[in-house]
């Protein structure tokens, strides 16, 4: 792609592996079982989208600090 290209140019190696988009909903500190965690219903959750985050992931001793990179507006429905 031609942020890969871009990124070469900089000295930095392309991703080997092939990009997964991906929504972080939850972290946890010990690995969890998903079937003893309660179900969540995304029909139920009617909201509207109006912008959106890049966050970057910083992870310490204490956890994980999320910091917001840029913030994206979208244009509204007509």
Same mark, same amino acid.
Request: proline share 8%; no cysteine.
């Given at each position: 792609?031609?942020?890969?290209?871009?990124?070469?140019?900089?000295?930095?190696?392309?991703?080997?592996?092939?990009?997964?988009?991906?929504?972080?909903?939850?972290? *946890?500190?010990?690995?969890?079982?998903?079937?003893?965690?309660?179900?969540?219903?995304? @029909?139920?959750? @009617? *909201? $509207?989208?109006?912008? *959106?985050?890049?966050?970057? =992931?910083?992870?310490?001793?204490?956890?994980?600090?999320?910091? $917001?990179?840029?913030? *994206?507006?979208?244009? =509204?429905? =007509?």
């Amino acid at each position: 792609s031609g942020l890969d290209e871009a990124m070469a140019e900089l000295g930095w190696a392309g991703e080997k592996r092939p990009f997964t988009p991906h929504l972080t909903l939850a972290r *946890f500190k010990r690995p969890q079982r998903l079937r003893e965690l309660p179900t969540l219903s995304l @029909d139920l959750l @009617d *909201f $509207v989208v109006d912008s *959106f985050a890049l966050y970057r =992931s910083r992870l310490g001793r204490k956890g994980s600090r999320y910091e $917001v990179v840029e913030r *994206f507006p979208l244009a =509204s429905p =007509s």
